[in-house]
């Protein structure tokens, strides 16, 4: 199972509780970059640019893309080409695309200095989700808001998995 969305949205705990939950690995695609460029991801962006943070991003994609886990992705994947196909190629594995009011994005994204992107002027960042929108949604089976407890979120991609005959 594949999680998506923009920064905020709860990618990486909804990923975790469905991991515990299903007794599956979860694997968090922003860990698996920094193992491949050798530096964390601020200094990716730093040092050698968005561009450069995109393709390592679609190095970790594709590698694991192999294992069967419940992936979380990072919010800018879908912006890459190379790894907007690899997700819409996908046909054993559900894309959920989890979502939030922006205001309530913006205002879990402050609460960590981790994110480039993210650590911007609020039109910015908006500009940002906005121009993302429709990319998250061609590539999902299916539009969850995480508007509500984790427990809540949790259970309804369960539910919807357990009715659409989806493996996780
Ligand atoms: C990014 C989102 C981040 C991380 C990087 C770029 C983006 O992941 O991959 O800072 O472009 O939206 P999260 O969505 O997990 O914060």
């Known amino acids: ?45 730093a040092a050698e640019g968005e561009a450069a943070f995109r393709e390592y991003e679609f190095q970790a994609l594709q590698s694991i893309l192999k294992e069967n886990a419940i992936i979380a992705t990072g919010g800018g994947v879908v912006t890459y080409e190379k790894s907007y196909a690899l997700l819409k190629e996908l046909t054993d594995m559900p894309v959920f695309f989890l979502n939030a009011p922006f205001d309530d994005l913006y205002s879990r994204i402050q609460e960590d200095d981790n994110r480039p992107l993210g650590n911007q002027d609020i039109e910015k960042v908006r500009a940002l989700y906005n121009s993302r929108l429709d990319k998250y949604s061609a590539l999902a089976d299916r539009e969850i808001s995480t508007s509500k407890t984790v427990a809540d979120t949790a259970a309804e991609i369960i539910s919807y998995m357990d009715d659409g005959n989806f493996k996780a």
Not at 15 to 41: C, F, M, R, S, W
């Open 1 to 45: 199972m594949i999680l998506i969305g923009f920064m905020g949205c709860g990618k990486t705990t909804i990923a975790h509780e469905l991991g515990l939950q299903l007794n599956k690995k979860t694997i968090d695609l922003d860990d698996v970059i920094p193992k491949i460029a050798g530096q964390p991801i601020p200094e990716i962006f």
